[in-house]
């Protein structure tokens, strides 16, 4: 379960980073207020666009609109000809652009998740869409439609999410950032080394403190397991146990062979974790690869093994001591 949810977490993130350096963007910019890694609607006026094309070092300013659909889940609104200019387009592995304003590009993921292809109709937004194209997955988002559409839809006319630039030359990133972020103090500007950055467990609000509950409620419940199943493996060999203190063993004996077998349980429970993230991440690829994406996470290993033997110890205490003070002459008398 940790290392599922772990490898969830950074699988996303790791997804959408890969996402928005597709976009062959230099710098990133959202509308004051805005989080950088948020899910947030269009804040900021079109006539934005203008402006950054004005300044030195800029060639090119692509806005976008972006709209909330659910979840993680996002459409976003483009000006094809100008998107396809700045990230060198999309690979169509079905179907082609847009041919009218209600028509939708879909990812190849999204496609498979949902069993969709070109020409197909899927419902978003309460109103039906045809969908124009499959594309290759990597670039900005998973759902595509005219931007003007989406606009008008969602009632932010002249209203963009972001805009994208490009510079004449991707070196002077960091100095035309600075000088953005001086004349526009209030926007949220990055190079697209900086965004991508961003996008980490830490920086998204309670992702961390989510992490922290599994494992608590991990080590909880393996305490809770482990102790019911070693207080039966003692009922069930009181009389074994009894036979042991007969022939001399001390308690601390007896408790070395419960917390032995207690650690090697940890050990397989352990392994088997590995193995099934590795199942997990094969069954988000297979059947919801829209939706989520798993990485597997070797350095959390040692943290799972360390919280599974943790919990396993802890529950086999009561039990392990429950075992070494019984009496031997009770014990082997025990039906």
Do not use: C
């Not at 200019?85 to 939708?104: D, N, T």
């Amino acid at each position: 379960m940790i290392l599922t949810l772990v490898g969830i977490s950074r699988g996303l993130l790791a997804d959408s980073a890969e996402r928005a350096k597709g976009t062959g963007a230099d710098i990133w910019v959202r509308p004051p207020g805005a989080s950088a890694i948020s899910f947030s609607a269009a804040g900021m006026s079109e006539k934005m666009v203008g402006y950054f094309e004005k300044q030195p070092h800029i060639t090119m300013a692509v806005g976008m609109t972006i709209q909330p659909i659910g979840g993680v889940n996002t459409v976003t609104g483009i000006d094809l000809n100008a998107f396809t200019r700045i990230s060198g387009g999309f690979r169509f592995l079905q179907g082609g652009p847009f041919q009218g304003p209600y028509e939708l590009i879909i990812d190849e993921f999204y496609a498979t998740q949902n069993k969709k292809g070109a020409g197909d109709t899927v419902q978003l937004l309460n109103r039906p869409w045809k969908v124009s194209g499959v594309v290759e997955a990597g670039k900005l988002g998973r759902l595509f439609v005219p931007i003007r559409t989406l606009q008008d839809l969602t009632g932010n006319t002249g209203k963009i999410s972001q805009v994208l630039l490009k510079l004449d030359d991707s070196k002077r990133t960091d100095e035309v950032a600075a000088a953005l972020k001086k004349n526009l103090p209030d926007y949220q500007i990055y190079s697209i080394q900086e965004f991508t950055s961003l996008f980490t467990v830490g920086n998204v609000p309670g992702l961390s403190t989510f992490i922290a509950v599994i494992i608590g409620l991990s080590v909880v419940l393996g305490f809770a397991v482990v102790s019911l199943t070693m207080y039966a493996a003692v009922l069930e060999r009181t009389r074994e146990i009894g036979v042991l203190k007969a022939l001399g063993a001390s308690p601390v004996y007896v408790l070395n062979i419960l917390m032995r077998e207690t650690a090697l349980l940890a050990v397989i429970g352990w392994v088997a974790g590995i193995l099934l993230s590795f199942v997990a991440k094969w069954a988000i690829r297979t059947f919801v690869p829209a939706a989520l994406t798993q990485q597997i996470v070797p350095d959390w290993w040692p943290i799972a093994f360390a919280v599974a033997l943790a919990g396993a110890l802890l529950g086999a205490v009561y039990p392990g001591l429950k075992a070494a003070k019984q009496d031997a002459i009770e014990a082997l008398s025990y039906d």
